[in-house]
């Protein structure tokens, strides 16, 4: 696995890779995030024989941060067709959690024939939140206190122990970082202020007639529950929905064996090599 800077669209960010094989993935964090939750997965997938690759958020992680970047969904979403091209990615799946799932997502319903198959790990933006909850997820994005950190990695996990001081302190010290500051605060208030307005619901059924789509949820969503995930299964026909035993809105990171033989089953096709006793529905 490597780690690089990489210039897409004007915008630095940095790239974590792992394996050369022809199909791409490419993994999508979410708000506050950086490529590195990732880091349990990129192997297992170039194992698998892909190429995958995290990225860093414009704002987020060690990316440029407020040098005028559009901090939005649909800024974000630009931002992927820039770093598929830098990057000079065919037709790749595209794996993203959280509001890195609204973002793929939306490049996916602008770019349909750049996307192979679309993975959404507790996703944001399949349906409106409402004003309440999109300020408080706004109020999460400003808090980068280590207290605040500290609260909303534990929420976002099934398994609260998980959550390190070490990891605290690197979150903190990124979050708080030159330029981070100006960032979430125009991030956030894109979130409080817009952020229903680039649902996609309304946009992916045509996609997911087309395009693979897997729906991925923790059995112990706090952040984006499983009532959303089985409405967002239901409304949006050809997908599947896999939803991952003892794991929180972070599947990927608590479960990785897991969720990678989920993904990886299901490019292949199928779900024959998970294990029933793992998952709850699929």
């Not at 890195?100 to 349909?112: E, M, R, S, T």
């Not at 972070?250 to 006793?277: C, I, K, Q, S, W």
């Amino acid at each position: 696995m490597i780690s690089y800077p990489l210039l897409a669209g004007g915008t630095m960010t940095r790239v974590i890779e792992a394996g050369r094989g022809t199909d791409g993935l490419i993994f999508v964090h979410g708000v506050s995030a950086y490529a590195h939750r990732w880091s349990q997965n990129l192997e297992g997938f170039a194992a698998a024989g892909y190429r995958a690759c995290a990225f860093d958020l414009p704002g987020h992680g060690f990316a440029a941060k407020n040098d005028g970047f559009p901090y939005s969904v649909p800024g974000y979403a630009a931002f992927i067709g820039a770093f598929l091209d830098a990057m000079s990615f065919g037709t790749p799946a595209l794996v993203g959690t959280s509001l890195g799932a609204h973002i793929a997502a939306l490049f996916a319903c602008h770019n349909p024939d750049r996307v192979r198959a679309l993975i959404l790990v507790g996703a944001l933006g399949l349906v409106p939140v409402g004003e309440t909850v999109r300020r408080a997820i706004a109020a999460a994005v400003l808090d980068t206190s280590r207290a605040g950190l500290r609260a909303k990695l534990q929420r976002a996990h099934a398994d609260p122990t998980v959550v390190t001081d070490e990891w605290v302190e690197e979150e903190f010290h990124i979050n708080n970082s030159a330029g981070a500051e100006q960032t979430f605060e125009q991030l956030g208030a894109y979130i409080a202020q817009s952020l229903d307005d680039d649902c996609v619901g309304a946009s992916l059924p045509p996609l997911t007639r087309r395009i693979p789509t897997l729906l991925v949820w923790g059995e112990h969503d706090r952040s984006v529950g499983l009532a959303v995930a089985r409405a967002a299964h239901a409304a949006l026909p050809g997908t599947r929905l896999v939803v991952i035993r003892n794991a929180g809105h972070a599947p990927y990171f608590e479960r990785p064996d897991v969720f990678n033989t989920v993904v990886t089953t299901f490019l292949a096709g199928g779900f024959d090599a998970v294990p029933p006793h793992e998952v709850i529905e699929r």
